[in-house]
């Protein structure tokens, strides 16, 4: 066929619609806040996911903690001691009484059923949502934890499937410390650092950031920015050296700032070779103590110690299952070694 006939075709064939030649966008995942409380009831429009949540929250209410493992999705793998691991950490955190309520929960949709991260959740308090993997439709829920002094966070992951609700993922996030939340911390930090009190500033921001630590389940920009500014203070590294140097030791791992219910301390992971008795490491960690009042790092009789012991090899940034002991403000008050 001559060059013109087939141009000729050309032109006069029918074109595509733009419809039938573009294809139809992805499917987004989607973020709906659906409850806004404290204490917004969900039976309304969510039953299963309002039954869920009431059965977490009346075991923790009627002291029953063996009953939370139930409440978690098979392949979560949660072990039967979930409940009491809590509890433990709750207990640690938190004076008596405790009010739970519900605070924030959004419906999540992700067409492909894929982890996924979300940076559009409404009313997320500048965090970004994790979806978890598996799952088309999941729940995102903020519990909030009202202790005597504190304020705490309970992160859970929800998601039905054959034919009901199941827990999935579960973070605890602490959201003050002395009643203050991390924007307060970062403050004080400040006014630390320009009264040329360096290490106080360093362990300030440390609070400051662990305050808004959520790990698997949310995570917030504004953490990363004040983990740089806190290392722009004092490295890691040059903390431990002071230590080492000072207890002409070098078994220090890690130093960071310890947050518990009596105020704020200090946390100490020590590399040891072989497992002591009690005794043994009881008297080591009132020697650290001791060390670290001299530094001025610890304030006697207003900051407490934990000591975390760890075999070579471990990861300093993680505790180990070998444990430690930890002394309160008032165990430090007069004890010198």
């Known amino acids: 066929m001559p060059l013109c006939g087939l141009l000729g075709l050309l032109l006069t064939s029918p074109s595509l ?43 923790i209410r009627d002291d029953r903690w063996e009953k939370i493992q139930g409440l978690f999705h098979p392949r979560a793998k949660r072990t039967k001691d979930l409940g009491e691991k809590i509890q433990a950490i709750l207990k640690n955190r938190y004076n008596t009484p405790w009010q739970f309520s519900v605070f924030r929960v959004w419906r999540i949709t992700i067409p492909n059923a894929r982890k996924a991260i979300l940076d559009s959740c409404p009313e997320s308090g500048g ?23 504190e304020l705490g966070r309970i992160m859970l992951s929800v998601a039905p499937d054959k034919g009901r609700m199941y827990a999935t993922a579960l973070r605890l996030q602490q959201w003050t410390q002395q ?9 004080r930090a400040e006014e630390r650092f320009k009264a040329n009190q360096k290490i ?22 504004r ?71 001299k530094l001025g790092w610890l304030v006697r009789g207003k900051t407490g110690l934990r000591c975390n012991y760890i075999f070579p090899g471990m990861d300093p940034e993680q505790d180990s299952p070998l444990g430690g002991f930890y002394f309160a403000p008032e165990d430090l008050t007069n004890t010198k070694k």
């Not at 204490?39 to 949540?53: F, M, S």
């Not at 978890?132 to 519990?143: D, M, P």
């Not at 009643?179 to 403050?187: I, L, N, P, R």
């Open 17 to 59: 619609s733009a419809k039938e030649a573009t294809p139809p966008p992805p499917r987004l995942p989607q973020c709906e806040l659906i409850s806004k409380g404290p204490g917004v009831a969900l039976q309304t429009q969510e039953i299963r996911l309002h039954n869920l949540l009431n059965e977490f929250l009346e075991s």
């Open 127 to 149: 965090a970004t949502l994790i979806a978890q993997n598996g799952y088309e439709t999941q729940y995102a829920v903020w519990l909030q934890i009202m202790g005597q002094n």
């Open 179 to 187: 009643g203050e939340d991390a924007e307060v911390w970062v403050q």
């Open 200 to 221: 106080p500033a360093y362990f300030a921001l440390d609070v400051a950031q662990k305050l808004l630590a959520g790990e698997d389940l949310l995570i917030y920009p």
């Open 223 to 293: 953490q990363r920015q004040i983990i740089d500014a806190r290392n722009g203070i004092v490295s890691q590294a040059e903390l431990v050296k002071t230590l080492n140097d000072t207890l002409k030791v070098n078994s220090i791992a890690y130093i960071g700032s310890l947050l518990t219910k009596e105020g704020t301390g200090i946390l100490i992971r020590e590399v040891v070779e072989k497992q002591e008795v009690t005794s043994v490491l009881q008297e080591r960690c009132l020697t650290r103590a001791e060390a670290l009042i």
